[in-house]
């Protein structure tokens, strides 16, 4: 005799529920887990770490700050100096330890993609970006993924606290540049990070790669880029964190691209994978005008068969793969679920040992990314004083 009931059930009203269950989930874990995204905040430093950060000694800021050069530090609980990310750009200013981008040099567009989902592609653009802000630049976080996991990690839930028009889903698809522009600047949101702004995402990207195919011409596939050489303008860096698909949402982030990172587990589907992504890349590459691309090894966990795979990854792809890798930890993984990122985390939750190989590997991996964009810069500004130079000698 069959179990089955002998009526199907009423799937409407099933998932209606289920979803209205599931709206008051997100706002109980959100609850749980971190702080929403008004009320979020970076842990105050000491003055060792900011004096760290600011690449002096905490005897200068002492100094500077008795003198009345800087103002008077923050005091704690227990009455210890406590700095702000602002307080340590601020004495960074003051000391000429604050880096900028050289004169004549352009801000740049990183692009972090994988057509596989689970490679750390969130992460590795959520910790970028962050570590970009640290080091004193502005930076654009652009969230294009429906799934929304970048902005979740700043406090934001996709469905309560971003309405529809606060994406890039309209200022994608509507009819003139102009309109899709200021639509784009409207979705920024400055976020608790000095200097880190956030365009969020949430489901309504999903209905953008359908829209995209009905556009014609130069819409199509440029977009976005013509959306980000607008609001570029304002920031040093942005970085954009892409779905796992290759649709025309992805291809318009590969076209936007000044710079392409692409996160690689190492293990052979990953690779696999990455061969096959690659080999799409190249349908549309007479599209893009990247000035570097880059492989990271992801999510590494010292064994015999990562350790081999990663240095396939290696053999493979050359020069084209990082130094550094990513290394997984319990405190990444962690932090992951608590809607952190390894730099937002005040007290280790586990060990000192495992805090201190998650933050060492992510400041390797960055630093290594870092390097290259100012390397970029560097060159972008000796080719403007090289045609300046020219043009005088004429």
């Known amino acids: 005799m069959s179990t089955f009931p002998e009526e199907k059930i009423n799937t409407v ?30 842990p105050l430093w000491g003055i060792e770490k900011a004096a760290k950060l600011a690449k002096i000694t905490s005897a200068t800021i002492r100094r500077l700050e008795k003198t009345g050069e800087l103002p008077p530090a923050k005091r704690d609980d227990i009455n210890r100096r406590v700095y702000s990310l602002e307080d340590v750009n601020r004495i960074r200013a003051r000391t000429g330890s604050l880096f900028k981008r050289p004169p004549g040099s352009l801000p740049l567009r990183c692009v972090v993609a994988n057509l596989k989902g689970g490679t750390g592609k ?67 949101k400055q976020t608790y990070w000095h200097q880190l702004d956030l365009i969020p995402s949430q489901l309504n990207m999903v209905s953008v790669d359908g829209e995209l195919t009905n556009k014609d011409g130069r819409d199509r596939i440029y977009r976005l880029r013509d959306i980000l050489e607008d609001l570029e303008q304002d920031y040093d860096l942005v970085v954009v964190d892409v779905p796992p698909a290759l649709g025309l949402l992805s291809v318009n982030a590969m076209v936007a691209a000044d710079y392409l990172l692409v996160p690689i587990v190492p293990n052979m589907p990953d690779i696999a994978s990455s061969i096959q992504y690659f080999t799409i890349l190249s349908d549309v590459a007479e599209h893009m005008e990247l000035t570097d691309m880059n492989i990271m090894i992801a ?31 319990r405190e990444l993984s962690k932090s992951s679920h608590d809607l952190l990122s390894v730099y937002e985390i005040d007290k280790p939750t586990g060990s000192r040992d495992t805090y201190k190989r998650a933050i060492s590997s992510m400041n390797a991996v960055n630093g290594e990314i870092l390097t290259r964009f100012q390397g970029i810069w560097e060159q972008q500004a000796e080719s403007v004083q090289k045609k300046q130079t020219k043009g005088q000698r004429r």
């Not at 209205?20 to 959100?30: K, N, P, T, Y």
């Not at 802000?133 to 700043?154: E, H, R």
């Open 299 to 329: 999510r590494h966990e010292p064994s015999r068969h990562s350790d081999a795979a990663a240095a396939l990854i290696r053999s493979i792809y050359g020069i084209n793969v990082i130094n550094a890798q990513m290394v997984a930890t």
């Open 13 to 42: 009203q099933l998932f209606s529920t289920m979803a209205e269950r599931g709206v008051d989930m997100s706002e109980a874990l959100l609850a749980q887990a971190a702080a929403p995204f008004d009320s979020k905040k970076l």
């Open 122 to 188: 969130t992460t590795t653009a959520v910790h970028l970006a962050q570590y970009v802000a640290l080091q004193g630049l502005k930076v654009l976080l652009v969230d294009l993924d429906p799934q929304a996991s970048t902005t979740n990690s700043f406090g934001l839930l996709p469905d309560i606290h971003v309405a529809p028009p606060g994406t890039l889903a309209e200022p994608l698809v509507v009819e003139h540049l102009d309109e899709a522009r200021q639509l784009a600047r409207n979705t920024i």
